[in-house]
């Protein structure tokens, strides 16, 4: 490949990303968004309602098994970006192969969580693979944005496709939640059994398609990429010890990125308000405003209203970028939890109180929708900020050390709201509350969820990369993979780089001089 195409080719594949690929990348973020919605809407209401658990075992369970898990993303993005020195690797590709092998057992062992009443051990050991299939899909999957293209555009729109999917089945989990418990019953075990193996199976099959329909960066460009290592060397022969140390160093390397840096602290605080929010959100409708489950279930699917207005998120990205496009989102956001309680104050009548919760949870499940979407739209940029700096393409570490801060804050978040519910007298099983365990879910919704999104607002603020920041910082690699000179570096590319990263531009591309 000459010079020439080396600068304009976007696609190193020559393989150009149309809306069907768009579609069968996105589809698996069904299990992305729905996984999440049925943990966060069900999972702790399911366990302390029919599991004869505590709330402080419910989140302990939940803690523990994030966790754990956290450990399995680590080691999971070095394996997944070293997989391809290995046969397997190389034969079905280092993020596919655990696509493959992923699908059945996600099938598996979501199915065997929603079995109820048998005992604390069972469920932390259940709830630990599941944890631990779902990440063994979910870090090599969210590199192929990357992998298929270095197109901005391209990869805003693989991303928007996996928030509309990831959006419309946190709604549609919800929904048929809500049917499932309204034909069922409120107080029947097995409607969540049947909601959980529904899912899993939608989630199998949606895996399946990605990996059908998606492909990856040539194995001869990922060897030109590498650092040196010593032949035959390959991460996936080492112990789990070894791998799991160096692969720990690796992933708090990608740190020094500052691009990176704020883009996790502004996707942290803003997802672990929404975990406080979803894992409170079915108590507070069912004992701050006395109404039933599946009440809960219909409020939490109304999001759904909003998925035609979904290419709307994707056309403020690109025009507005991700620093405005955070700071309209959230601010939102915080004025309709102001709503949530300004409603439980007023004591309303309950038909009314239906109404007035259904056009305000409509609103902010939309806005919560659109701010969650931002930083799975800014992810696949963040490896191109690290080549510059590092002159290699390390997709996967970048997604597991996404994927490991997140996991701890998750499990924290749930053992917090476990402890917070067991403390202030929260009865297992029980159809009324204590004034003091009520005030405590309340608070706990609106202020716990209010504070930290508003501290994730304050970070975004500063947030530099956006579309005109990123094709500068393309054009510079491009033009120093082609052979350029360093030293010939344009004011504006030099400005832009040392913004993104936060190193001088002297010290970045160790490749040229």
Request: hydrophobic share 50%.
């Amino acid at each position: 490949m000459n010079n020439e195409s080396i600068v304009n080719n976007p696609n190193p594949t020559g393989r150009k990303v149309g809306m069907w690929h768009s579609i069968a990348f996105g589809v698996t973020d069904l299990m992305g968004g729905g996984y999440g919605a049925l943990i966060g809407a069900y999972l702790m209401f399911f366990f302390t309602t029919f599991c004869n658990l505590n709330p402080l075992e419910a989140g302990t369970i939940i803690g523990l098994a994030k966790i754990v898990d956290s450990i399995t993303a680590i080691i999971m993005g070095k394996l997944s970006d070293a997989f391809w020195k290995t046969k397997l690797g190389r034969k079905y590709g280092r993020r596919h192969f655990f696509l493959l092998i992923g699908s059945p057992i996600v099938l598996i062992v979501f199915s065997l969580l929603w079995i109820p009443g048998i005992g604390f051990w069972y469920y932390l050991g259940i709830y630990c693979l599941v944890e631990v299939a779902v990440t063994m899909v979910m870090i090599p999957y969210e590199t192929l944005p990357s992998e298929m293209t270095t197109d901005y555009k391209e990869r805003s729109k693989m991303s928007t496709t996996r928030m509309f999917f990831s959006g419309s089945i946190t709604s549609i989990v919800t929904l048929v939640g809500g049917i499932v418990i309204s034909i069922m019953g409120d107080k029947n075990a097995y409607a969540y059994t049947v909601i959980g193996i529904t899912f899993a199976i939608i989630f199998a099959i949606a895996i399946l398609i990605t990996y059908k329909f998606t492909w990856e960066r040539p194995v001869s460009e990922i060897q030109a990429l590498q650092s040196k290592v010593q032949e035959g060397e390959s991460a996936p022969s080492r112990n789990a010890f070894v791998m799991f140390w160096v692969a720990m160093k690796d992933y708090f390397s990608t740190l020094k990125v500052k691009a990176f840096r704020q883009h996790m602290y502004i996707y942290l605080l803003g997802v672990t308000a929404q975990d406080l929010f979803s894992g409170a959100f079915i108590y507070f409708i069912v004992f701050g405003y006395n109404l039933s489950t599946s009440t809960a279930s219909w409020l939490l699917s109304l999001g759904i209203i909003g998925l035609p207005l979904t290419p709307v998120n994707y056309w403020l990205f690109t025009r507005l970028g991700a620093r405005r496009c955070y700071i309209f989102y959230f601010t939102l956001v915080i004025l309709c939890l102001g709503g949530y309680y300004w409603m439980y104050l007023l004591k309303m009548s309950e038909g009314m109180l239906i109404i007035m919760l259904a056009i305000l949870s409509t609103i902010y499940l939309f806005f919560k929708g659109g701010a969650y979407s931002i930083p799975w739209n800014v992810f696949p940029f963040i490896p191109d900020v690290d080549e510059i700096m590092t002159s290699q393409r390390r997709e996967g570490e970048f997604a597991a050390m996404m994927n490991f801060i997140r996991k701890v804050t998750s499990g924290i978040a749930s053992v917090v709201l476990g402890w917070i519910l067991a403390e202030n007298g929260f009865k297992t099983g029980a159809t009324t509350q204590s004034p003091q365990a009520i005030n405590a879910i309340v608070l706990t919704l609106v202020f716990g969820t209010g504070i930290l999104t508003l501290i994730a607002l304050l970070f975004a603020i500063t947030f530099k990369l956006d579309v005109k920041t990123h094709k500068v910082l393309i054009g510079e690699i491009n033009r120093l993979k082609a052979g350029g000179k360093k030293a010939d570096v344009t004011p504006e590319a030099k400005k832009v780089a040392e913004e993104l990263t936060g190193v001088d531009y002297s010290k970045l591309w160790p490749a040229a001089k």
